[in-house]
């Protein structure tokens, strides 16, 4: 499993606390950028701009993510364009909503 893969894997650990769905099914990461002295920037989104939780679903990410012996430093950048909505979301994520 490359570094890439096991970022998203431990991303999924990460769950939006009132969906109860993990960040990675939910769409909400765009990107995940990773250097060749691995470091890396994560960027993404949240359902809604006003999200409460805001700071405790990004940290969560950098905390999971920071957490993978290969990985030097991690970077989270919150995004709001483009908008996310329920397209973005994984299968998993649909069923997960009973979509």
């Known amino acids: ?3 890439e893969e096991k970022i998203f894997e431990e991303l999924k650990s990460v769950y939006d606390p009132e ?3 993990n960040v ?3 769409g909400l990461i765009y990107s995940v950028g990773i250097t060749e002295e691995n ?3 994560i960027t993404m ?3 809604t701009p006003g999200c409460p939780l805001h700071n405790s679903i990004t940290s969560g990410v950098r905390y999971c993510v920071e957490g993978i012996e290969e990985v030097n430093k991690v970077d989270v950048n919150l995004v709001w364009q483009p908008a996310w909505s329920p397209d973005k979301m994984t ?3 649909r069923r997960a909503l009973g979509r």
Do not use: F, K, P
Request: proline residues 0%.
């Open 1 to 3: 499993m490359n570094l």
């Open 45 to 47: 989104t949240l359902t």
């Open 39 to 41: 470091d890396v920037s």
């Open 24 to 26: 990675v099914d939910l």
């Open 19 to 21: 969906l109860g769905i």
């Open 91 to 93: 299968e998993d994520g």
